[in-house]
């Protein structure tokens, strides 16, 4: 694997220069990767550099495509396990938004956004009030 390929840092414009940080290594991005989530603007800060970099570096390497994959799988999973502990807590909202996403094939649809699946939009309902003394709002 190319776990060492190295990453010019950010430069930094005006009078301050950087010292002495050299080029970031394959692992120092994983391990800021596994810190941060796996977000890289946050993993960018930490290693002082720019976003596009960590981005580019990413990009070429499919050691840390897996990386950042592997993240994000494993807070998936996590979140998908606090929802399911809402659900067996009997939470409305977690039910109703689990049958929204995986419900659909047993007829769990949301039909608020077109009139019976015609694809038309819905039209809005025209109210009229009537008050005691006649006059119409």
Do not use: W
Not at 65 to 85: F, N
Not at 116 to 128: C, D, R
């Amino acid at each position: 694997m190319d776990k060492e390929k190295n990453v010019a840092p950010k430069k930094k414009t005006g009078k301050k220069k950087q010292k002495g940080r050299g080029y970031l290594t394959i692992s120092q991005i994983e391990t800021a990767l596994r810190q941060t989530g796996g977000f890289v603007s946050y993993a960018a800060k930490q290693l002082n550099c720019t976003h596009q970099n960590v981005r580019k570096r990413i990009d070429a390497s499919p050691y840390l495509q897996e990386v950042q994959s592997s993240i994000h799988d494993q807070y998936l999973d996590l979140t998908e396990h606090a929802l399911i502990k809402q659900i067996k807590e009997e939470n409305l909202g977690a039910i109703i938004f689990y049958l929204k996403c995986q419900g659909k094939k047993r007829g769990y649809i949301e039909r608020d956004k077109d009139v019976e699946g015609t694809g038309e939009q819905a039209q809005p309902v025209k109210v009229v009030i009537e008050v005691k003394d006649g006059r119409k709002r």
